[in-house]
């Protein structure tokens, strides 16, 4: 009895698929070849500055460094799956996708 009990949890986890968290963290990319990156309250912006910006969950918002795409203006993003978000700012593409992290 106990082999099979343990063969049912085995094959359980063989089958299982890890959770993903419904956050907009994580790494961000257009297909123009943009890149953002959210953590927290903190944000890499696709100009490479570093900031503070509004964070929610789902939401995140920051005022854009001048020398930026968008520059000088209120960008906000919104979370419209696990892997698209949306961006409504001038001078930046209106959707992102998540994509991995930079590599140097």
């Known amino acids: 009895m106990r082999l099979v009990a343990l063969a049912a949890a085995v094959a359980g986890l063989a089958f299982a698929t890890p959770a993903r968290a419904d956050a907009i963290d994580g790494h961000w990319c257009t297909e123009g070849g943009l890149r953002l990156s959210i953590a927290g309250p903190s944000i ?6 570093r900031l ?3 964070y929610g969950r789902h939401d995140f918002a920051y005022t854009a460094p001048a ?3 968008g520059g000088s203006q209120r ?4 979370l419209r799956g696990e892997n698209l978000m949306q961006v409504e ?4 593409d209106p959707l992102w996708r998540r994509c991995g992290p930079p590599t140097s």
């Open 75 to 78: 960008v906000t993003m919104r």
């Open 44 to 49: 890499v912006t696709p100009g490479g500055a």
């Open 52 to 54: 503070q910006g509004d």
């Open 89 to 92: 700012a001038a001078g930046l």
């Open 67 to 69: 020398s930026d795409p």
